[in-house]
């Protein structure tokens, strides 16, 4: 008589079968890392801008006859002006407007601005009009020069 010991009943195939059960979906799974956002490899490209700039020189001896060194551009982000002379008091008149520069040997008081060798470049940010200059009293060649930035 053989020994039985143990659970003798043998249902190794009816548990393996119920490992295989087909199923229509896959079961729901929860990631163990949560998902991260990848950026996207697509960088808006800044657009190209350039860099302009001129000078004109001065003198007194302008007079009737208004230099147009800067022209308008309306793709201007800034200019920025400055004023080289030998005599640290000459200066240029600079104004958007041609009749506030045209008085007789003067300007309009509070319609054009004076810039001087000492003030180094002026940035005259978001304009993008006209700028036209005078040196009236100067006593020596003024050189206005200036540096735009535009696209």
């Known amino acids: 008589m053989p020994l039985h010991t143990g659970n003798t009943n043998d249902d190794d195939g009816a548990v393996i079968d119920s490992f295989l059960v087909e199923r229509d979906n896959p079961p729901e799974t929860v990631p163990s890392i949560p998902p991260t956002e990848v950026p996207s490899s697509k960088r808006a490209r800044p657009e190209n801008t350039r860099i302009l700039g ?22 201007r982000f800034n200019v920025s002006v400055a004023a080289i002379s030998s005599v640290a008091t000459d200066g240029v ?4 407007d041609p009749a506030s520069l045209q008085v007789g040997g003067g300007t309009i008081p509070g319609l054009s601005g004076r ?6 470049y ?9 700028i036209f ?11 206005l020069t200036w540096l735009a930035v535009t696209k």
């Open 115 to 120: 810039i001087i060798p000492a003030h180094g």
């Open 133 to 143: 200059a005078v040196a009236w009293g100067s006593s020596a060649p003024v050189v």
């Open 122 to 130: 002026v940035p005259l940010n978001e304009h993008n009009g006209p």
């Open 93 to 96: 008149s600079i104004s958007s």
């Open 54 to 75: 001129g000078y004109v020189t001065l003198a007194e001896t302008n007079v009737g006859n208004i230099p147009f060194p800067i022209p308008v551009d309306t793709d």
